[in-house]
């Protein structure tokens, strides 16, 4: 037998795709793979049975799933051959498969001690042959499970520990895997294990609707790419909206959000069970006793979770009690008690306003715990705690963020950026602050405007709210208002240019919110993602801070950096290679920062930083690079390629002009944006567009064939998109000049 089998989808339009979603489609499925199994299946052959595991086996496979299958024998001379015959019609089918073939002790006998066959086996399901056979395994999978599920659940602990490693969480990714990230489907099977264990009843009503409907976004996944894949990426969002009758793809993935959160702490509850149950054991504990020990005020361990105090308990509860004890648990990192998260919620009485100098201080504590800050952050908004400290939090939960550089949900975001910032605070004058406005930097995201300007406004008023002075209000109002400044500036200005230096000196007033600024940045920076930050950004960071340090402690503005003296009187052509440095001088003449970048791009070397100058008939040219692909570039051979471009052979950049510019093009529109009023000598010319092999060398290109003269050029790329700042040498007052150049630049571009 070969093609498709009748249970694959073939497309069409969304109402038809929305026939192959949902459980009934799922179950359709299943009995349409079972008929086709029982089709190819060697008739008459005894003692052999087909068993479903996995997906297949609990009847919620997805369109385009693998087949997971055990062929299962007595002993039955020519399996091979019958297993042959099996395997081959599902392969020409074009299907995933695993298979394995085994005997009923060798089934057994690998589930003993690999606890994925042995979760695997608690879903088997017969298929086809003989039906006695397949339900003995069931049968004994099922009671060995019980018997050694306390063994292997250890196993199974530090193997989930890994994928959630490896995959981050569901509930706070844009582009999380729903299958093996946090909270997602391969969790659900993990709870299912842990319940048929009898430790924990873990399959409560609330994570069966969520896995429902994960397997509903599976499946549009599916349906939508076509092909089997697990990832919901940014691209898919809107047409797997679409196939579930969502209202757009924000709203979906807050709603995966929601579920993935609710499966992740079932999986921390039932964890939790299990520790305590072989905790016990190893203890020998008697059933019932327990010891408690004081952590806190109010606040005491049992069983390894902190609960209450029997003191704290009266008719009229502390309002700062809640903060407390998130407090304490994310300090001594133990989860808090469900029963006590339960009480806090439904007993705590609301913080007045301001809040006590007890609450301000405990919400310092938990921003500064470090590692236990997100675990005891998420557990106290499961149970609507965060809610009631802070009202706006309910907008910002699982908001999603679109630029490619984010990889966490906003309300994530501000949480890592707390857990980042204590790396910092030591190193200013006020770590509370600190802490505080890099949980608040981003609150104005999700509202009409600019998310700086906007948000600090509401970041003074929560922080107004908790109780700081006016003093440390207006701080957290400006760290907000100007937490962009210092990498905005650091990646798209001249830190030479004494213009830069005093303009950013003005703004940030004095050296105590300089350094606040640069620690929060440094903060948002890591939290944001890989993209947003590199060991390059970080020295420009670090030395615009050292040198705005200056003007405000002493009033000087730096000179601007004088070139080596071998690229002043050297002979021509000069090459310098220093690490990520490399610098050219050659006989002054047009076209030179477009060649070496030219050259630079063929050996595979990006462009984060320019200078250009001339000095007496020579022009010199400095670059400051990383390698695209982290190799290390060819020293003797680059050197080499830069003297020849420096000797004006243009050989070597028409090597790569072809390419360059065939790599035109984005999704969105290049702009342009002049700045006249940031630099010394010059006029500030501002490309935002989408990255493209040698851009640098089309824009300078470009440029020059305008007549414009580069002095410097900083290079900043986030994801797919770049801001390159080019400054052009003179005034340019007359807009018909910028209008002229403008329009050269955007069509190389």
């Known amino acids: 037998m070969s093609g498709e089998p009748p249970f694959v989808p073939a497309g069409g339009s969304p109402d038809k795709l929305r026939a192959h979603i949902g459980a009934a489609a799922r179950e359709n499925r299943a009995a349409a793979i079972d008929s086709w199994l029982t089709e190819i299946f060697p008739a008459h052959v005894p003692g052999v049975s087909l068993v479903a595991v996995g997906g297949l086996g609990r009847r919620d496979c997805a369109p385009y799933s693998d087949l997971d299958l055990v062929l299962l024998h007595n002993g039955t001379a020519g399996i091979d051959r019958i297993a042959s015959a099996l395997w081959y019609p599902i392969w020409d089918a074009r299907l995933g498969l695993d298979h394995s073939v085994r005997t009923l002790p060798e089934a057994l006998s690998v589930a003993h001690d690999d606890v994925k066959v042995a979760l695997g086996l608690l879903d088997a399901r017969h298929v086809a042959g003989d039906a006695t056979l397949s339900g003995e395994l069931a049968a004994a999978a099922g009671d060995q499970w019980r018997r050694t599920a306390v063994r292997l659940l250890s196993q199974l602990k530090d193997l989930t520990a890994s994928r959630w490693a490896s995959h981050g969480e569901l509930a706070f990714l844009l582009e999380g895997d729903l299958k093996e990230a946090a909270g997602g489907l391969r969790d659900v099977t993990i709870l299912r294990g842990i319940g048929r264990a009898g430790v924990a009843d873990t399959m409560r009503p609330a994570v069966r609707a969520a896995c429902l409907r994960l397997l509903d976004t599976r499946d549009a996944l599916h349906l939508a790419v076509g092909r089997k894949v697990d990832r919901l990426v940014a691209q898919e969002r809107g047409a797997v909206a679409e196939l579930l009758e969502v209202d757009d793809g924000d709203v979906l993935l807050r709603r995966v959000a929601g579920d993935a959160r609710t499966i992740a702490h079932a999986v921390d509850d039932a964890w939790r069970a299990v520790d305590r149950l072989r905790a016990g054991r190893r203890r020998g504990q008697i059933p019932g006793s327990t010891v408690r020990r004081p952590v806190a005020r109010d606040v005491v361990e049992q069983d390894g979770e902190l609960v209450l105090a029997r003191t704290a308990i009266g008719p009229v509860p502390d309002p700062s009690l809640s903060l407390r004890v998130a407090a304490a648990a994310a300090t001594v990192r133990l989860p808090i008690a469900r029963a006590t998260s339960e009480w806090l919620a439904a007993f705590c009485p609301p913080l007045p306003t301001p809040w006590p100098a007890a609450a301000r201080a405990a919400l310092v504590s938990l921003l500064g715990s470090g590692p236990g800050l997100l675990p005891t952050w998420e557990t106290c908004d499961r149970y609507g705690l965060i809610d009631a400290w802070l009202p706006e939090w309910a907008r910002m939960r699982s908001l999603p963020q679109h630029h490619p550089v984010h990889r966490f949900t906003l309300d994530r975001h501000l949480v890592q950026a707390a857990y980042e910032a204590t790396a910092y605070a030591r190193t200013v004058d006020r770590p509370d602050l600190l802490l505080i406005g890099a949980f608040l930097h981003d609150v104005g995201k999700g509202l009409p405007g600019d998310h700086s300007i906007v948000g600090a406004p509401i970041a003074g008023e929560i922080a107004s709210r908790i109780g700081l002075p006016p003093a440390d209000v207006a701080t957290i109002e400006k760290l907000v208002r100007l937490h962009l400044l210092l990498p905005d500036v650091a990646t798209r200005r001249d830190l030479s240019d004494p213009v830069t230096i005093s303009t950013v000196a003005e703004k940030v007033g004095d050296t105590a919110t300089l350094d606040l600024l640069h620690a929060l940045a440094l903060a948002d920076s890591h939290a944001t993602g890989p993209a947003a930050w590199s060991d390059w950004k970080g020295r420009l960071m670090a030395e615009l801070v050292r040198r705005v340090h200056t003007a405000l402690d002493?009033?000087?503005?730096?000179?601007?950096?004088?070139?080596?003296?071998?690229?002043?009187?050297?002979?021509?052509?000069?090459?310098?290679?220093?690490?990520?440095?490399?610098?050219?001088?050659?006989?002054?003449?047009?076209?030179?920062?477009?060649?070496?970048?030219?050259?630079?791009?063929?050996?595979?070397?990006?462009?984060?930083?320019?200078?250009?100058?001339?000095?007496?008939?020579?022009?010199?040219?400095?670059?400051?690079?990383?390698?695209?692909?982290?190799?290390?570039?060819?020293?003797?051979?680059?050197?080499?390629?830069?003297?020849?471009?420096?000797?004006?052979?243009?050989?070597?950049?028409?090597?790569?002009?072809?390419?360059?510019?065939?790599?035109?093009?984005?999704?969105?529109?290049?702009?342009?944006?002049?700045?006249?009023?940031?630099?010394?000598?010059?006029?500030?010319?501002?490309?935002?567009?989408?990255?493209?092999?040698?851009?640098?060398?089309?824009?300078?290109?470009?440029?020059?064939?305008?007549?414009?003269?580069?002095?410097?050029a900083r290079i900043s790329t986030l994801g797919g998109d770049v801001v390159d700042a080019f400054y052009l040498v003179g005034s340019w007052a007359e807009q018909a000049e910028r209008d002229r150049v403008e329009a050269a630049v955007l069509a190389a571009v």
Not at 627 to 639: E, I, N, Q
Not at 685 to 704: C, H, I, K, M, N
């Open 554 to 712: 002493t009033g000087e503005l730096p000179e601007p950096p004088a070139a080596d003296a071998e690229l002043l009187d050297g002979d021509l052509p000069a090459v310098h290679l220093d690490g990520d440095r490399v610098a050219v001088a050659a006989a002054d003449r047009r076209g030179l920062l477009g060649a070496v970048a030219a050259c630079l791009a063929m050996h595979r070397l990006d462009v984060v930083g320019a200078n250009a100058s001339t000095v007496d008939g020579r022009a010199i040219v400095e670059f400051f690079t990383q390698p695209r692909y982290g190799s290390p570039y060819d020293p003797v051979a680059l050197a080499a390629d830069l003297r020849r471009v420096a000797a004006g052979d243009v050989s070597v950049t028409q090597r790569v002009r072809a390419r360059a510019m065939s790599a035109r093009g984005g999704t969105a529109e290049p702009r342009v944006v002049w700045q006249r009023d940031v630099a010394t000598d010059a006029a500030v010319l501002e490309l935002r567009a989408a990255d493209s092999a040698g851009l640098l060398y089309r824009v300078a290109t470009a440029l020059d064939e305008a007549g414009a003269t580069v002095r410097a």
